[in-house]
């Protein structure tokens, strides 16, 4: 009979043990779950914040880009209006030439 007892008590402290080992294991679980979501947050933040870095920095480069772009159009306008300038001249006064010979 006593060995009977012994055998139910054991029974129970393993049982005892195993759902302890369960619930720790499952606290353990939701630890590491809430780590990794934790550390997901802060990679896609870490994320956003070198894209959005990367987006004001190519932002940045295309507006000098741009600039430069608008100066080199504008020393070009000025460099064919410079070259022209001397033919246009030339052909008014030939113009006023001509209107003077028939007027």
Not at 9 to 25: G, L, P
Not at 59 to 82: D, F, N, Y
């Amino acid at each position: 009979m006593e060995l009977i007892k012994q055998i139910k008590d054991a029974e129970n402290q393993a049982k005892e043990i195993v759902e302890k080992a369960r619930k720790d294991a499952s606290a353990k679980m939701e630890q590491v779950r809430l780590a990794y979501e934790q550390q997901l947050r802060a990679a896609q933040k870490e994320r956003q914040q070198v894209i959005s870095d990367a987006v004001a920095q190519a932002e940045k480069a295309a507006e000098a880009q741009v600039a430069e772009l608008i100066e080199q159009g504008r020393k070009q306008i000025e460099a064919v209006r410079s070259a022209c300038q001397g033919r246009v001249d030339a052909c008014a006064t030939k113009i006023v030439a001509k209107l003077e010979q028939i007027g």
